[in-house]
């Protein structure tokens, strides 16, 4: 059998220019970062991001049941959906998001899909693509180091060292940043404070990135970035330092979306990579808002499951750009399902209807999860190699049956797309179609914007995550009281929890309920534009496992990369 990598080796790749004039585009309207690779011009995204409401295409959302060691493939399902959109004659482009280095060379993997439904060039996507991750960390380690160099040379605006809330990021898993000591040597190695590191791809400015429609917002966001308090307590914005503009400047090559193509060269947008877990877990408004104005159908997806990217797609990301989705298509697999059932990974390729239908409940869950926010859903069944016919049918079968809010049946369709690429997904294409067809959907965010801080966050946790009571810390109260008096309460919240559980437990498999969700701190995002929630144990800054990926990756003399998955 075949690697992804060697698959996507073996297929011919069309210019960037071609796939561009797919899309109606001219030479005017892109720039070429290599032979498969572009990104659109400012002012193209400027026009084609202004596309009235009325003239752009359908949405379609992709998330997934809870995640677990047996395998999704909600990315892979997306692009085999866009490519099946065009098998059946429909004019569809993707909008995913970026690669993070982390995941690349820890557990994960990449995120350019698998077999043949895949994004290409896969390797170039995965290992620094266009460079726009790493303008992030530069713009965003360049404030942290303005930031120090600020209170070393007097420190006119009178800032607190201990309540700076900024930190540096790195876009690799590296535990050992995460608690460190910086200004460790004489006096002109700058002041002695505690620091911390991030993942690049859940720091303020990837999500800042990720929201801004222009260069003008751009530097709008960065300067409402809190940074922390003077002595006096009141609170000191990035603005107040004037280098705001510096930072944009890092950035107005990585604001414009990227181009790239599937297999079966469908037009795909990669742009933007905030991880879901602990950031907003969304692509680009501006690759998505592009997508829409040049295609019939877009297809995109928010990290991880319902209760998490889902989530804040709707209650962020749709907030922000003013679009709803058309539909949901929530990714499940035979495995995953067995899995939350109670069987073990070694066991998995035993029939077990009844672990299925045990582990259907989480899968449930996540459709009441969409279906809450006013979506119409569909039901991606995602065939592995060594699935039984009897357990694949079964979950067809009770996806059917399924009454939801007084609803009759969630349509359940089988993918194939990794195995045969666009055809694979052609009935799935079909059935999505359909449901945008005839379903209106009636989009809201969970809660307004008026809510206070608490109660976005407890009908989260109650109607999201099925949680009896939001237990708070009395730092997150604290913190909660300042930023509602500083005027910040009207602000989304960003929940950043484990992924391997509707709960705040990544033990907790299943459909688990009425337990205490435990809040132990909240963050302030302002430039993003959101709150953000720390759950549970949740890290910002991942480690590496005992045996990494990065022990699998070689590279040869004449060039050619072997290893990536």
Excluded at 54 to 81: D, M, N, Q
Excluded at 231 to 244: D, H, R, S
Excluded at 258 to 282: D, K, R, S, Y
Excluded at 325 to 353: E, F
């Amino acid at each position: 059998m075949l690697s992804d990598i060697e698959i996507a080796r073996s297929r011919t790749m069309e210019n960037a220019s071609v796939i561009v004039q797919k899309l109606g585009l001219t030479a005017d309207d892109y720039e070429l970062y290599g032979t498969y690779k572009a990104k659109i011009n400012l002012k193209t995204m400027y026009r084609l991001i202004e596309t009235p409401a009325e003239k752009r295409g359908k949405l379609i959302l992709v998330t997934a049941l809870t995640p677990t060691a047996a395998g999704e493939g909600k990315s892979t399902v997306s692009i085999a959906l866009a490519d099946g959109l065009r098998k059946i004659g429909k004019k569809a482009v993707l909008a995913l998001r970026e690669p993070s280095l982390g995941p690349c060379f820890g557990i994960k993997g990449g995120a350019c899909g698998g077999g043949y439904a895949q994004i290409v060039p896969m390797e170039d996507i995965n290992l620094h693509f266009t460079g726009d991750i790493h303008a992030v960390s530069a713009a965003n380690n360049l404030i942290a180091a303005l930031i120090d160099n600020h209170i070393q040379q007097g420190n006119a605006l009178n800032l607190d060292s201990r309540s700076i809330s900024w930190r540096r990021c790195l876009d690799l898993n590296d535990r050992a940043l995460r608690n460190i000591l910086i200004g460790m040597g004489g006096s002109s190695d700058g002041v002695p404070r505690e620091d911390h590191f991030d993942i690049a791809v859940a720091s303020e400015i990837m999500a800042i990135l990720c929201l801004s429609k222009s260069i003008d917002e751009l530097k709008k966001r960065l300067g409402n970035i809190f940074i922390g308090k003077t002595y006096a307590k009141e609170p000191v914005y990035l603005k107040q330092l004037g280098v705001e503009g510096a930072a944009a400047a890092l950035l107005k090559d990585a604001l414009r979306p990227n181009l790239v193509q599937t297999l079966e060269h469908t037009p795909a947008f990669v742009h933007g990579g905030p991880f879901a877990n602990i950031a907003h877990g969304c692509n680009s408004i501006n690759a998505t808002l592009c997508a829409l104005a040049l295609g019939d159908y877009t297809v995109t997806e928010a990290g991880f499951a319902a209760d998490l990217g889902a989530e804040k797609f709707m209650d962020i990301k749709c907030r922000a750009a003013g679009v709803a989705p058309d539909a949901a298509v929530i990714v499940a697999t035979v495995r995953a399902l067995k899995m939350h059932g109670g069987v073990s990974k070694a066991d998995l390729g035993k029939s077990d209807t009844a672990a299925l239908m045990r582990g259907f409940e989480n899968l449930r869950v996540h459709i009441e999860n969409m279906r809450s926010f006013g979506v119409p859903v569909v039901v991606a069944v995602n065939r592995f190699s060594g699935d039984m016919e009897e357990e694949l049918h079964a979950l067809i079968d009770v996806c059917r049956s399924l009454t939801v809010y007084g609803k009759d049946g969630i349509p359940a369709v089988l993918c194939e797309g990794w195995a045969k690429g666009g055809e694979g997904a052609a009935e799935l294409a079909r059935a999505v179609c359909s449901v945008c067809d005839s379903v209106q959907t009636r989009f809201a965010p969970l809660y307004k914007d008026e809510d206070s801080f608490t109660e976005k966050i407890e009908k989260i946790a109650h109607t999201i995550y099925r949680a009896a009571k939001v237990e708070f810390s009395s730092l997150a109260l604290k913190k909660i009281k300042e930023y509602t008096a500083a005027g910040c309460s009207h602000l989304p919240v960003c929940i950043a929890k484990t992924q391997n559980s509707i709960s705040h437990d990544k033990n907790l498999l299943g459909a688990p309920s009425g337990y205490i969700f435990p809040v132990r701190d909240v963050l302030l995002k302002n430039g993003a534009g959101f709150l953000t929630v720390l759950a549970g144990d949740i890290m910002t800054m991942p480690g590496l496992p005992k045996t990494p990926a990065a022990c699998s990756i070689d590279v040869d003399n004449d060039g050619h990369i072997s290893g990536l998955f």
